[in-house]
């Protein structure tokens, strides 16, 4: 089959290169999925996980990328709750080859079942980032309705799920970025937007929760407009800041098949928007995941046409 690996951690995606790769071979619990399109989150050549296994051997060369949407196309041993032929989509292991590729083999209970009227792009694009949103609002944020959120990167892959999902749990979100991502955050239901380039960040008052994807001295000085009680997430590292009397949680997104089936019914019915930057196929992917300008949005690779 046809896939992208890495071999060299110092090169990023400068190094990525297509080559033919053996097909996978389903284990315990497996599925084959046939993938029709995948989603890529860049910063992913810097998690450990590329490039080593569990137990820190050396895993390269790796296929990268974690999201997938297909069809079932070969079970594993003992494999239930899936079937040959049906389509699915979800977020593949970290320390697996993963979905840059014709084939993934992945664990049923990683996928859940894609709607026939849901694209295979759309549907890549939505585990990673949906199901990050969902779980840092919901499951380690504890979100009311009538709370108010600080989401960071709101014109980004996370930050445009993050801002809708909240808008629809009933909370206030101030959306931040760059200055050029202003309108494309409001559009995605932001109701207030902070320039972090040109606007002071300490202007906005109190918030309940911020939702962090950038890190470092934005979420040290985010830590600071936590109001008593609330929660800062972040989603790049160990906190290096704690709400004076709040709680601040790290997690890294895991796959749960009745949170992506949420989020893809939120997509059928409107609610929901996807953030989709460009999309390539598998042989123009090395191009367009070394992009030479700022691109935003979620790439995309279309790999069966
Ligand atoms: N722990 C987890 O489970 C998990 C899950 C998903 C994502 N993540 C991490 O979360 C981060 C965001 O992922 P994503 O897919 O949402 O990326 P993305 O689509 O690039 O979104 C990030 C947004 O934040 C903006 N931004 C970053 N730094 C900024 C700064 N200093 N000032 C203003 N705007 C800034 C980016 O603008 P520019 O593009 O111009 O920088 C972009 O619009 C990544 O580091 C990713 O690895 C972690």
């Known amino acids: 089959m046809k896939a992208i ?8 995606t400068a190094g990525m290169t297509l080559v033919e790769r053996p097909e996978p071979a389903a284990a315990i619990n497996d599925v084959i999925v046939e993938i029709h399109a995948s989603g890529f989150v860049p910063t ?11 137990r820190g051997r050396d895993r390269t060369p790796s296929i990268p990328g974690h999201e997938l949407a297909g069809v079932v ?6 494999t239930a709750g899936v079937s040959v032929g049906q389509r699915v989509f979800g977020l593949a292991d970290w320390y697996r080859d993963g979905t840059l590729a014709e084939y993934v083999a992945i664990e049923a209970r990683n996928l859940a079942p894609l709607p026939g009227d849901v694209e295979f792009t759309v549907g890549a694009s939505l585990p990673i980032s949906g199901l990050t949103a969902w779980q840092g609002l919901f499951d380690h944020g504890h979100l009311q309705a009538g709370q108010s959120v600080l989401a960071h990167g709101a014109a980004g892959a996370v930050g445009t799920m993050v801002t809708q999902l ?3 749990a009933g909370a206030y979100v101030i959306g931040t970025g760059r200055a050029a991502d202003r309108q494309k955050a409001l559009d995605f239901g932001a109701q207030e937007f902070v320039d972090l380039e040109n606007d002071a960040l300490e202007d906005v008052g109190g918030v309940d929760l911020v ?4 890190g470092g001295d934005i979420q040290k000085r985010s830590a600071g407009l936590i109001r008593s009680g609330g929660t800062l997430v972040t989603v790049v590292g160990l906190p290096e800041a704690r709400p004076a009397d709040g709680l601040a949680v790290d997690f890294v997104v895991e796959s749960d098949r009745a949170q992506l089936g949420e989020i893809v019914q939120r ?39």
Not at 44 to 54: K, Q, Y
Not at 211 to 214: A, E, G, Q, S
Not at 271 to 297: C, K, Q, S
């Open 5 to 12: 690996v890495v071999t060299d951690e110092a090169a990023g």
């Open 44 to 54: 992913e050549l810097a998690w450990p996980s590329t490039w080593s296994d569990r």
């Open 73 to 78: 196309s070969a079970l594993g041993y003992g």
């Open 166 to 168: 909240a808008r629809e």
């Open 211 to 214: 939702f962090d994807v950038i």
């Open 267 to 305: 997509v059928r019915d409107g609610r929901l928007r996807t953030n989709i930057g460009y999309v390539a196929t598998l042989d123009d992917a090395v191009a367009a995941l070394n992009p030479t300008e700022r691109h935003t949005g979620k790439p995309i690779l279309r790999i069966r046409p």
